[in-house]
């Protein structure tokens, strides 16, 4: 199992001070101290850093321009992998070829580390842009079909009944070839089963929900998979799944670094989101039902480790850190995406976390992962072996 990164930047009210200034001062700060760590994870050898594309997100994603990042970082990094996590497609978000123009330039410009996934966003900002929600999966693909399309041909021209583009040659194309490979994100387990069917990777999250849904979801995308009509040139058949992740050398400083506080910060701003745009149109006894922790939160019946304690994020030591990651490969996961940088965790304990995980824990992940694959062919060639005894004795 590969260690990414997400990052979606994080700016995290009360801002210092008041408006014009205090939003600018603190998203300045929020880009530069945010560069500076994926620097340092491209160094320690994370495989990917994934930047997620929002917009109007107060708060929580002040990012909604990912491909300018990816660009900036394809210029000071060196290995790392740049992930489009996602690039919303419906066509009311941006056009096709604009897509087609970003992944490929960044593509370009890192020498082929481009890595190009594919969302529909949330109603909130479905609505903003005007985009035709219960047509959303249907655009989505057809979308991808068309960014495919000026990537592969030389000139590309299309008649459609969500497009209409005339013959052009659509600049740069990728520098790999066909080109990058695509990923599809996914909440739930029907939007994994078309991820799956699409022969995309599986890009979805487990934060604050138990690892047995996290594998069922995953079942059901390999099963997916099996019949798979690839969307794109590159068939992808990888498992993505991003949480909260925080690596110390001691748990002491889990409360000088508001650790807990910010992992609690998250799952309410991610709660009162939801039940804001998403479940607006629901009872208030089904809201409760639907993120029941609030109302124990103000009841002061639960506690925040909970989420530790029960594998939902991944948070500790190194060593309590790996076992950790290895229950995570267990179920399937072939890429654990680390949300370092939450809430209000200082700038230099996220540092030190992708330190720990850079020299203490992926280490020991590759010197397990590469026994587990030297035991399974040594198991693949005892099995042919036995295969072509049996053969010659029935001979």
Not at 26 to 54: C, M, P, S
Not at 55 to 81: W, Y
Not at 169 to 189: D, G, I
Not at 211 to 219: E, G, T, V
Request: with cysteine; hydrophobic share 40%; net charge negative.
């Amino acid at each position: 199992m590969d260690l990414s990164l997400l990052y979606e930047f994080d700016v995290p009210q009360p801002w210092a001070g008041e408006h014009p200034w205090g939003q600018r001062t603190e998203e300045r700060r929020v880009y530069k101290e945010n560069i500076e760590q994926i620097v340092l994870a491209d160094k320690v050898g994370f495989d990917t850093v994934w930047l997620v594309e929002h917009h109007f997100r107060e708060n929580r994603s002040h990012m909604p321009c990912n491909e300018a990042v990816l660009g900036a970082l394809s210029q000071i990094t060196d290995r790392i992998k740049l992930g489009f996590g996602v690039s919303l497609m419906p066509h009311e978000f941006v056009h096709p070829a604009r897509v087609a123009e970003k992944v490929a330039t960044v593509d370009v410009l890192s020498r082929g580390r481009a890595v190009w996934g594919m969302g529909r966003s949330t109603p909130m900002e479905q609505i903003a842009f005007g985009v035709d929600i219960p047509a959303s999966k249907d655009k989505m693909k057809a979308a991808a079909r068309t960014v495919v399309g000026m990537w592969e041909q030389e000139y590309y021209e299309e008649d459609s009944e969500y497009l209409k583009f005339p013959k052009r040659m659509v600049t740069p194309k990728p520098y790999q070839y066909p080109h990058p490979p695509a990923w599809m994100a996914a909440a739930t387990e029907s939007s994994a089963t078309m991820a799956g069917e699409n022969g995309c990777g599986l890009l979805c999250f487990s934060i604050m929900q138990p690892l047995d849904k996290l594998a069922s979801i995953i079942k059901t995308y390999r099963a997916a998979q099996e019949t798979a009509v690839p969307l794109t040139g590159v068939h992808t058949n990888k498992v993505g799944v991003y949480t909260l992740v925080h690596c110390a050398e001691s748990r002491d400083s889990f409360a000088t670094n508001r650790v807990w506080e910010s992992m609690w910060w998250w799952y309410e701003g991610l709660a009162k989101f939801h039940l804001k745009w998403e479940m607006a149109h629901l009872s208030d006894e089904q809201k409760a039902d639907a993120f029941p922790l609030l109302e124990a939160k103000v009841r002061n019946d639960f506690d925040i480790e909970r989420f530790d304690q029960e594998d939902m994020v991944i948070a500790g030591t190194p060593d309590e850190c790996l076992q950790k990651f290895l229950r995570w490969e267990e179920i399937g996961v072939d890429q654990l995406l680390c949300y370092l940088n939450f809430g209000y965790l200082p700038h230099e304990a996220v540092m030190k976390s992708i330190e720990l995980l850079g020299t203490r824990v992926m280490p020991e992940l590759q010197k397990r992962g590469a026994s587990r694959a030297a035991a399974s062919l040594g198991q693949r060639i005892g099995d042919t072996e036995r295969e072509l005894r049996s053969d010659r004795q029935a001979a």
